[in-house]
């Protein structure tokens, strides 16, 4: 099974960084997503980690280390348009049918 | 590329009657979509991995029965929720897998259904 833990919410203000944590235990491990989503709107798509390390894209990083079953999403120089549920994904293998399940999703709120 | 399209966005249905959402992918062949279902402030929750030409493979917990899943084609996945309830209100989105980009998985639009 799978087993994907977020913090429920977070606060931050403009311009500052906040770090999203994600921990999970899956049976088997291919990739792990970021994805912001506004109320009422499909997830889109920030960041994809599969093996061990930084990945930087602009305001964005995730990070990720599989033995420790750990990733975080870094967003930096926040701004008011931030304020979005941030979603952590982990894609099962393709012979588990690639699916991707979800953790419970953090709101952040950027306040001025 | 890599755009999926799903409809209707919104739909208002009676209490017992079936409600049928379609997921399209426009420029690139989906052999696999996934649908999902999301409550007010919570996560997306997985309900079944849908193959085209074969039958669709659902999560525990979620009613085959009632969540009737086709895909019939390369470029289309339905989802029809029969005899609905109004606690089958919610907002399901649809992901098709894209197998030609790192990223894989492309999400509709959704479609935010409310039964009365």
């Known amino acids: 099974g799978q087993n994907i833990d977020q913090p429920t919410e977070m606060t931050a203000t403009e311009g500052a960084i906040v770090q999203i944590n994600c921990t999970y235990q899956?049976?088997?491990?291919?990739?792990l997503f970021w994805y912001q989503q506004h109320a009422g709107e499909a997830p889109t798509f920030l960041s994809y980690n599969v093996l061990d390390g930084l990945e930087e894209k602009g305001r964005f990083s995730s990070f990720l280390s599989r033995s420790k079953g750990y990733s975080y999403l870094l967003l930096k120089e926040l701004q008011m348009k931030d304020s979005a549920s941030y979603l952590c994904?982990?894609?099962?293998?393709?012979?588990?049918?690639?699916?991707?399940?979800f953790g419970g999703g953090t709101r952040v709120l950027v306040k001025p | 590329g890599a755009v999926v399209s799903q409809h209707p966005s919104r739909v208002i249905c009676k209490s017992g009657t079936s409600v049928k959402i379609e997921c399209r992918s426009l420029d690139f062949q989906a052999t696999t979509m996934f649908w999902y279902r999301q409550f007010p402030k919570q996560s997306l929750m997985l309900m079944a991995t849908?193959?085209?030409?074969?039958?669709?493979?659902?999560e525990q917990g979620v009613e085959k029965d009632k969540f009737l899943i086709n895909h019939a084609s390369l470029t289309l996945s339905t989802l029809t929720v029969t005899s609905a309830h109004p606690e089958d209100s919610s907002f399901y989105i649809c992901?098709?897998?894209?197998?030609?980009?790192?990223?894989?998985?492309?999400f509709g639009s959704g479609t935010r259904l409310t039964v009365v």
């Open positions: 849908s193959n085209e030409g074969s039958k669709a493979t659902y």
């Open positions: 994904a982990v894609r099962a293998s393709k012979a588990a049918g690639n699916k991707l399940t």
């Open positions: 899956t049976s088997g491990f291919n990739g």
């Open positions: 992901s098709a897998l894209h197998t030609g980009t790192v990223y894989g998985y492309t």
